[in-house]
């Protein structure tokens, strides 16, 4: 009897788990905006894609697909070379993060900025590397903005910068995140 009761109880706990998380929000982008800034002493390069395909789930789920060809360079030869030659994006066409709310318990979505931290996999040029990225979220009349400023090691992602180029691009590459996310109605 008491080996049923602990299944009962268990199979109870179970349904609580999937029922809240089936009733969480998803919110939704897929013209979300990363910028990234390369700053050495002897050049800035600067890139913006607004092709950023974003989904939070206020249960504590974020992740965001970078289609690597959507970086948009003031040059053309800038755009080719960063393609080509760093991100090789034939071979790697997009950049991913799965992550998740550190300490969701905490967070309530509000019209008020709030601080997160999130933690997850960022995946670029083909390599998984742990991040833990600082951000704000905020609900407003159109959706919920999420923000976040970080940087990166290209060496954590295998990627190499040529000799001649050694003083121009940063090994350590800051980025910025600006997404829009909207609710997305359930499918009845």
Known sequence: ???????????????IFF???AKAQVYKTNNGEIT????????????????V???ASFFGNVQFRV???SFIFKSALMQEHFQ??????????NASFKGSIIEPEKFKLSSKSQKVKVKGKLNIHGVDHEELVNGTIQETKD????KADFS???????????????????????INVDCLLISKPKKK
């Open 84 to 93: 080509e030659n760093y991100m090789e994006s034939s071979t790697y066409p």
């Open 19 to 21: 029922i809240g998380l």
């Open 53 to 55: 395909s974003a989904a």
């Open 67 to 69: 289609p690597i060809n």
């Open 152 to 174: 990166i090691e290209l060496d954590d992602y295998n990627i190499s910068i040529p000799k001649n180029n050694i003083n121009d691009i940063a090994e350590t590459i800051e």
């Open 143 to 146: 959706g919920v903005v999420l």
């Open 36 to 51: 990234f800034v390369s700053k050495t002493d002897f050049k800035e390069f600067k890139a913006v894609n607004n092709n």
């Open 1 to 15: 009897m008491r080996k049923y009761f602990k299944y009962s109880v268990l199979l109870i706990m179970a349904s």
